[in-house]
């Protein structure tokens, strides 16, 4: 096995870890289906100042990841930066990376037309990598 192939076994088991999160994440309750998308409504009200899950089938205050947010800038950008990564975000972002990496496999194993296809595709994988965490994704040779 080339280290290039480790490396497209290592992304597909980060992106299985972090697609499972996800959809544990999604899981709101054992009697509905997931709801993956989720918002931030800001403001002072009481109610206000939380992250909602879109389409909650049991929407009420005391969930818990319904928490107030907006006594700080630090909490309120925090809770606008965990709904652009909400669980559909995610599972939309690894299903897209896991076609990305079947594409890019097919050519390093020959399924190429230009010769220029190969060392690109290599290097779209060790990018690839590089988002997931591989910490010498520039380092690895194939
Ligand atoms: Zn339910």
Known sequence: M???ERMAVWLRDVM??????AQKA???CGCHPPA?????RDGDEPTDGRILVVDDPHPRPKRKIGRRWNT???GLFMAQHIVRHD???VLRRIAADRMMLADLERIT???YIDDGEL???EHVIRRLAEGYGWPTATEVST
């Not at 993956?36 to 931030?40: A, E, G, L, V």
Request: charged fraction near 25%.
């Open 2 to 4: 080339t280290d290039l």
């Open 16 to 21: 299985d870890a972090a697609e499972l999160a």
């Open 26 to 28: 999604a899981e709101v």
């Open 36 to 40: 993956p998308s989720w918002s931030f």
């Open 72 to 74: 700080s800038y630090e």
């Open 87 to 89: 669980p559909a975000a």
């Open 109 to 111: 194993k020959g399924d």
């Open 119 to 121: 060392p690109l595709a």
